[in-house]
């Protein structure tokens, strides 16, 4: 029987997500190994995402291994994925979407996000949501702070922001949810897109047969609905981490 290598980040979060992955095939009946790689992203920490280049930077290395065919699949957090993939590479499945939104995490339990008399330093590396914070409440200040969720919460506990912006997510799954002080409103805070569900990505050369074997196991189809009209939004606005697409509106 094919084993099929997963290709995947090193940090827990990636980690969790390729583990998830494995046991979707499994249950399936499909034996699988995985294989971890650093990336771009994960190297460089010290400037924003958007100054370093912001396509490819936790995926390009990774593709490298599907073209070349020491992996089969390569797992990602689907709000990493460019909106327009190079050619040979194609996003076979999606998993159930976790809910999508933002939140607040701290250490303190004191933070009051709406409230313009009290100062409050958040730490976040995603430029929409610095865009949304100089939109909705401009008396909040924010610092850079980028690395793994764990690097994230030891800077904020050692004093370099007050409280952490992040995705649900990513926060409940490394199970961080006693830290979660605020769920911010999708009304102000619109989400990534894809935020809160696993992509499953493959090179266009995969077996179908295999191909077909893993998606019918990991895929979840609302969410794929869901994140395929997501992502042609964005492609269609050509935005990402460095111009954020942040809302719109219907007109009555």
Request: glycine share 6%; aromatic share 6%.
């Amino acid at each position: 029987m094919k084993v099929v290598k997963i290709g995947t980040r090193g940090s827990k979060l990636a980690l969790w997500q390729a583990y998830h992955i494995q046991d979707l095939l499994k249950e399936a009946g499909l034996e699988s190994e995985i294989v971890t790689i650093e990336t771009k992203g994960d190297k460089i920490l010290d400037v924003s995402i958007a100054k370093i280049g912001s396509k490819g930077v936790f995926t390009e290395e990774l593709e490298e291994l599907l073209a070349s065919g020491q992996v089969d699949i390569a797992v990602h957090s689907a709000k990493d994925m460019q909106s327009r993939l190079p050619e040979g590479f194609e996003l076979i499945a999606f998993t159930e979407r976790e809910q999508e939104q933002d939140i607040i995490l701290s250490h303190l339990d004191t933070i009051a996000y709406k409230n313009p008399e009290k100062p409050l330093l958040l730490g976040t590396s995603s430029t929409r949501r610095v865009a949304t914070l100089k939109h909705y409440y401009p008396h909040i200040r924010t610092v850079e702070v980028r690395g793994n969720l764990q690097t994230r919460i030891a800077k904020m506990e050692s004093g370099v922001c007050d409280a952490l912006l992040l995705a649900f997510a990513g926060a409940h799954r490394m199970g961080y949810d006693a830290l979660i002080r605020h769920h911010l409103s999708l009304e102000e805070f619109t989400p990534a897109v894809g935020q809160g569900s696993v992509a499953v990505e493959a090179a266009t050369s995969l077996d179908p047969a295999l191909r077909e074997k893993i998606r019918r196991a990991c895929n979840h189809p609302e969410t794929e609905q869901r994140l395929l009209a997501e992502r042609a939004y964005l492609r269609v606005l050509e935005g990402g981490c460095s111009i954020p697409v942040l809302r719109w509106r219907k007109v009555p």
